[in-house]
């Protein structure tokens, strides 16, 4: 079996092992767990129900993961995407006025269409008409978002009425234990500590026990709340098929999550070699998605937590899909992992992506200016499909506007048209 499993992903020719990529791959899992409680919760504005969302975010996240790792031995990991599902409460439910039902059919026909769209030569012709400063800059990007989401779990920055953000309260005990597990990461990490971020996790989740942060909540049975799920599977309606805002809908999600996924493969996986397959399957994640009942799925950022933790294969993937599987019948557990365990490893993991900084051309505003715009805006609208909007808009016009025109290619000029028109087109909803 052993022998089988190290064949299928290729474990000896990626320099790794089968305990490593478990590792990882836990690791990974517990680092994203917290997508389903946070997952239901939005959801449930449009109208589905908690413990329904709840369920069905955890059957596409294993499905995903597991669908990644088999189909591209790709070490990253797929979930449903935060900007997609405010996305989906927000704006197509509650502001375009679509039912949830109809607002699954947006998700599956974006699904559909990403889906055609990954099996053409256009996401590789996306790749190499990336300007190398913009491809460096959503890795940068990339890395202050998680690094962003990690100071916020672990309420190192709150949320200010005057400044929006503001630096937490460095007394709270919460705090304290995420700054202790913050140095307890960087420790392991430079001693080279294998299973460095598991042990941390779990050093934190027993600490956070012994002083009552957390707790267990054995009120929750899978069996007694699989009624609720059952109303979500298949239930994507059409009967706004023709209308306006659900065609606007499509358009808006379909950019979202194309380039969203692009920017996290590209940002995430230093090889192309499974770039099409990784690409595919998070395609076809999205089409499970709006059959299965939850809003659109994206490659995580968090991908890096197991990264930096070891995975190299597909293996680890397959582990943190195994792991949203189990977590159906123990949610009550994964509570238990407290945010001071987590966030600690999202903030080590973006500062490792912002060496790519030296990789943008300085020299040249037309170049470092809508990379800056890609950095800046990717944690603060906390979205890197939005993120890139605003780099990939810039570009063209500076390139005219400066005479280098030359410098442009078409695929640049359609791609920035194409975010400049659905800005617009949100605008006028």
Same mark, same amino acid.
């Not at 007394?171 to 001693?191: M, N, P």
């Given at each position: 079996?052993?022998?089988?499993?190290?064949?299928?992903?290729?474990?000896?020719?990626?320099?790794?092992?089968?305990?490593?990529? /478990?590792?990882?791959?836990?690791?990974?899992?517990?680092?994203?767990?917290?997508?389903?409680?946070?997952?239901?919760?939005?959801?449930?504005?449009? +109208?589905?129900?908690?413990?329904?969302?709840?369920?069905?975010?955890?059957?596409?996240?294993?499905? %995903?993961?597991?669908?990644?790792?088999?189909?591209?031995?790709?070490?990253?990991?797929?979930?449903?995407?935060?900007?997609?599902?405010?996305?989906?409460?927000?704006?197509?439910?509650?502001?375009?006025?679509?039912?949830?039902?109809?607002?699954?059919?947006?998700?599956?026909?974006?699904?559909?269409?990403?889906?055609?769209?990954?099996?053409?030569?256009?996401?590789?012709?996306?790749?190499?008409?990336?300007?190398?400063?913009?491809?460096? #800059? /959503?890795?940068?990007?990339?890395?202050?978002?998680?690094?962003?989401?990690?100071? !916020?779990?672990?309420?190192?920055?709150?949320?200010?009425?005057?400044?929006?953000?503001?630096?937490?309260?460095?007394?709270?005990?919460?705090?304290?234990?995420?700054?202790?597990?913050?140095?307890?990461?960087?420790?392991?990490?430079?001693?080279?500590?294998?299973? +460095?971020?598991?042990?941390?996790?779990?050093?934190?989740?027993?600490?956070?026990?012994?002083?009552?942060?957390?707790?267990?909540?054995?009120?929750?049975?899978?069996?007694?709340?699989? +009624?609720?799920?059952?109303?979500?599977?298949?239930?994507?309606?059409?009967?706004?098929?023709? #209308?306006?805002?659900?065609?606007?809908?499509?358009?808006?999600?379909?950019?979202?999550?194309?380039?969203?996924?692009?920017?996290?493969?590209?940002?995430?996986?230093?090889?192309?070699?499974?770039?099409?397959?990784?690409? !595919?399957?998070?395609?076809?994640?999205?089409?499970?998605?709006?059959?299965?009942? &939850?809003?659109? &799925?994206?490659?995580?950022?968090?991908?890096?937590?197991?990264?930096?933790? +070891?995975?190299?294969?597909?293996? #680890?993937?397959?582990?943190?899909?195994?792991?949203?599987?189990?977590?159906?019948?123990?949610?009550?557990?994964?509570?238990?992992?407290?945010?001071?365990?987590?966030?600690?490893?999202?903030? /080590?993991?973006?500062?490792?992506?912002?060496?790519?900084?030296?990789? /943008?051309?300085?020299?040249?505003?037309?170049?470092?200016?809508? %990379?800056?715009?890609?950095?800046?805006?990717?944690?603060?609208?906390?979205?890197?499909?939005?993120?890139?909007?605003?780099?990939?808009? #810039?570009?063209?016009?500076?390139?005219?506007?400066?005479?280098?025109?030359?410098?442009?290619?078409?695929?640049?000029?359609?791609?920035?048209?194409?975010?400049?028109?659905?800005?617009?087109?949100?605008?006028?909803?």
């Amino acid at each position: 079996m052993k022998n089988y499993i190290s064949g299928k992903f290729n474990l000896k020719s990626y320099e790794t092992s089968l305990r490593n990529e /478990i590792l990882a791959g836990i690791t990974a899992f517990f680092a994203t767990a917290y997508i389903i409680v946070v997952n239901a919760s939005i959801l449930s504005d449009s +109208g589905i129900s908690l413990y329904g969302a709840a369920i069905s975010t955890a059957i596409a996240c294993a499905f %995903s993961c597991i669908l990644i790792g088999m189909y591209s031995n790709s070490p990253l990991i797929i979930i449903t995407g935060m900007g997609e599902n405010i996305f989906f409460s927000y704006t197509v439910i509650l502001s375009l006025g679509l039912t949830w039902q109809e607002g699954m059919g947006v998700v599956f026909v974006s699904g559909v269409i990403f889906t055609l769209i990954t099996f053409t030569p256009f996401p590789k012709v996306l790749v190499r008409s990336i300007p190398a400063s913009l491809k460096n #800059s /959503i890795i940068v990007g990339i890395g202050f978002f998680v690094t962003f989401i990690g100071l !916020q779990k672990g309420r190192i920055i709150v949320g200010n009425e005057n400044s929006l953000v503001s630096l937490g309260n460095l007394s709270d005990t919460s705090v304290l234990l995420t700054l202790g597990t913050l140095f307890l990461v960087v420790i392991l990490h430079y001693y080279k500590v294998q299973g +460095g971020f598991l042990i941390s996790i779990i050093i934190s989740t027993i600490s956070s026990l012994l002083l009552g942060l957390t707790k267990i909540d054995f009120s929750f049975n899978i069996f007694d709340q699989a +009624g609720d799920y059952l109303p979500l599977l298949a239930a994507f309606s059409f009967s706004d098929f023709i #209308s306006i805002n659900f065609w606007i809908a499509v358009l808006s999600l379909t950019l979202m999550i194309v380039f969203q996924n692009l920017g996290a493969i590209q940002g995430l996986q230093s090889d192309n070699e499974r770039f099409d397959r990784t690409y !595919q399957a998070s395609g076809i994640s999205n089409i499970f998605a709006g059959l299965i009942g &939850t809003s659109s &799925t994206v490659v995580a950022v968090e991908s890096a937590v197991g990264i930096a933790a +070891g995975a190299k294969t597909g293996l #680890s993937s397959v582990v943190t899909g195994i792991g949203f599987v189990f977590s159906l019948a123990f949610l009550p557990f994964i509570g238990v992992v407290p945010d001071s365990a987590i966030a600690p490893l999202l903030i /080590i993991v973006g500062s490792f992506m912002l060496s790519n900084i030296k990789n /943008i051309d300085f020299s040249d505003m037309t170049e470092y200016f809508p %990379s800056f715009l890609i950095i800046i805006l990717t944690p603060l609208t906390f979205n890197i499909a939005d993120g890139m909007a605003f780099g990939f808009i #810039s570009y063209p016009i500076l390139k005219v506007l400066s005479g280098k025109a030359r410098e442009l290619n078409v695929t640049m000029v359609i791609i920035g048209m194409l975010f400049l028109v659905n800005y617009i087109l949100l605008l006028l909803i």
